[in-house]
């Protein structure tokens, strides 16, 4: 029944995420893309308020005048035909969206069927007589250009479009609908087709949320991409959390209910978001988690001056306000230090196990710089970072397997590493070593739940290491024994896991400067090939020789005849 879908599933297994990572953000991209979005979200939360900021706080209006624009709210003098043109252009981006993905997935069946019509029938002249599409090298090129195209406009569409669009979207489609649906009895067609259009628009853009929710992680410790999620379920949470305050917040903003009722949907959304986010942070980039904590806290801390100030005292707060605002953001930026650097126990089956791990990874490079400074430095450092000092000096003392085990190698002179180089090194080795022995240690029917720390185990080895060649052991183990225990999702993650590995270690073979594991490399790939060199060079020489003694012997022959 489903047999259809089955070159979708394919397709979405093994081009997916190699489409939708067509570009990384880097930090200029992605430092704006936040404040932009987070400059929306302000406004969604604030604006609301506008008359208590007219009497209270004249200053925050000008704010709000300011990142009106930038949520592309641009219904100055109550016009509907801003909107109105605004959800038109969502609706065809979103269908352009759609297409592409459309056309590339025909793209991938042509190739594919070009392939398998490749193995059946040789030579290829013959096979293209057969089906009469003899490409010229224009057309073909037309058509990777179209197919780069397409590519780009969905990495566009996934990346971007979230910072630049999603809250606009929402706020307006659910402006447009609730007006339409409370204000007019008698809808003309018109009317009616923009309200179909808007409901078109709001649930898209529901579906690309999910969309990026389930994609936009990334399992190297490496920074690629800056705004990437981390991936564990508490930041799906907090995600889940921001989206249900932005539409509330614009539902009853529409309702034109009672304005306490919405300070304390709020407070309480807010502070649940604080907690959430202080605890498990968004992204993989310490600065945006930093950025996302100060200006949510800042939107807490005026929407209380607001309840307390201009609902509770009806008292000015502009002054306040201005002393409240560094104020916030010092506190957040302390607390968000405290939390980071708060000691964790140590577990393998911790939900937060990869998080410890990256982030004592981030430590250890933050620590030790990238070059050299005196080892009494690090003494003094350490202390501060307490998860760093006590996972490094925690095996040092526990380690049972002295000779036999990994540290042995890192030899320590009164208690101190010899340099900081090799407590880097070490500090790598250690984190390899935690997790062989959380993925050995969990069980095998359970794969589900641990497939996330194998990635991120795996592109460890790759990235960080640089043993691609490990990493690649590993993934085809992954692929050879739980492959078809997962889910889909978790089916395409291990294939761009595999692609990236694949990436590193073609990498590694071409470097020159890796002589012997370039030659092993090709001894293994060339095995079958090589035998059978050797196997005719023998027998060309074996027959060689069989001329030769014949001749010779013919020859001693006629010799002594003669
Ligand atoms: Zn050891």
């Known amino acids: 029944m489903f047999k259809c879908l089955i070159p979708i599933k394919l397709f979405y297994s093994s081009q997916f995420y190699q489409i939708y990572n067509k570009f990384s953000r880097n930090k200029s991209l992605s430092l704006l893309l936040i404040l932009i979005s987070q400059s929306q979200i302000y406004y969604i939360i604030c604006h609301p308020f506008n008359n208590l900021f007219n009497m209270y706080a004249r200053p925050l209006i000008l704010f709000n005048k300011f990142f009106q624009n930038i949520n592309l709210d641009l219904n100055y003098d109550d016009t509907q035909i801003w909107s109105e043109i605004f959800l038109f252009l969502m609706l065809a981006m979103q ?16 190739k594919v069927q070009k392939q398998l019509q490749r193995k059946h029938y040789e030579p290829i002249q013959y096979r293209e007589q057969q089906l009469g599409i003899p490409f010229t090298q224009k057309e073909i090129y037309s058509i990777i250009n179209l197919i780069g195209v397409s590519e780009f406009y969905i ?3 996934t990346k971007i479009f979230k910072y630049l669009f999603h809250y606009p979207i929402i706020q307006l489609a659910l402006r447009k609908i609730l007006t339409l649906q409370f204000q007019y009895t008698n809808l003309n067609t018109y009317q009616i087709l923009v309200l179909i259009i808007t409901y078109l628009v709001f649930i898209l853009n529901i579906f690309s949320y999910f ?21 564990s379920n508490m930041t799906k949470v907090q995600s889940l959390k921001i989206e249900i305050l932005i539409i509330i917040v614009s539902i009853l903003d529409n309702l034109e209910i009672d304005q306490i009722a919405l300070l304390l949907v709020d407070t309480s959304l807010l ?8 605890r498990h942070p968004y992204y993989q980039e310490k600065l945006m988690n930093k950025i996302q904590i100060q200006s949510f806290s800042l939107y807490l801390c005026i929407i209380l001056c607001i309840f307390i100030f201009a609902e509770g005292l009806n008292q000015d707060f502009s002054e306040l306000i201005l002393i409240l605002i560094p104020l916030v953001f010092q506190i957040s930026n302390l607390m968000f230090v405290q939390q980071e650097n708060k000691t964790e126990t ?5 939900r937060n196990f990869d998080y410890l791990m990256m982030n004592i990874y981030k430590q250890c490079e933050e620590a030790l710089g990238r070059n050299g400074i005196l080892l009494n430095d690090i003494k003094y450092r350490l202390p501060k970072n307490l998860n760093l000092y ?20 890192y030899k320590k002179q009164n208690d101190h590493f010899i340099t900081r180089q090799q407590f880097k090194y070490y500090i790598k080795e250690l984190i390899r070593f935690h997790y062989e022995l959380k993925l050995l240690s969990l ?10 720390s194998y990635f991120y185990y795996i592109l460890y080895l790759s990235k960080v290491i640089k043993k691609p060649t490990k990493a690649f052991h590993e993934i085809i183990k992954l692929k050879n024994n739980m492959y078809t225990g997962l889910n889909l999702l978790d089916q395409m993650f291990t294939n761009s896991v595999e692609l990236l590995v694949k990436d590193d270690f073609l990498r590694m073979i071409e470097n020159k400067s890796i002589t012997n594991q370039k030659y092993d490399c090709f001894k293994v790939f060339n095995y079958n090939k090589s035998i059978n060199e050797w196997k005719e060079q023998f027998w060309c020489f074996a027959i060689k020789v069989k001329i030769m003694v014949c001749d010779t012997i013919k020859q001693e022959s006629y010799i002594t005849n003669n």
């Open 155 to 157: 990495t566009f569409g």
């Open 390 to 409: 006590a996972l490094s000096t925690n095996h040092i003392i526990s380690c049972q397997n002295v000779n036999g085990c990994f540290c042995s190698g």
């Open 443 to 452: 069980n095998k029917n359970n794969s589900q739940k641990y497939a996330k």
């Open 211 to 231: 969309l990026n929710e389930a994609h936009d992680v990334q399992f190297s410790f490496k920074k690629i991409d800056y705004l990437s999620r981390f991936y």
């Open 346 to 350: 140590l577990s393998y089956k911790n």
């Open 271 to 278: 502070i649940l978001i604080i907690a959430i986010s202080y």
């Open 95 to 110: 269908l352009l969206y759609i297409l592409c993905f459309v056309h590339l997935y025909c793209c991938y069946r042509v």
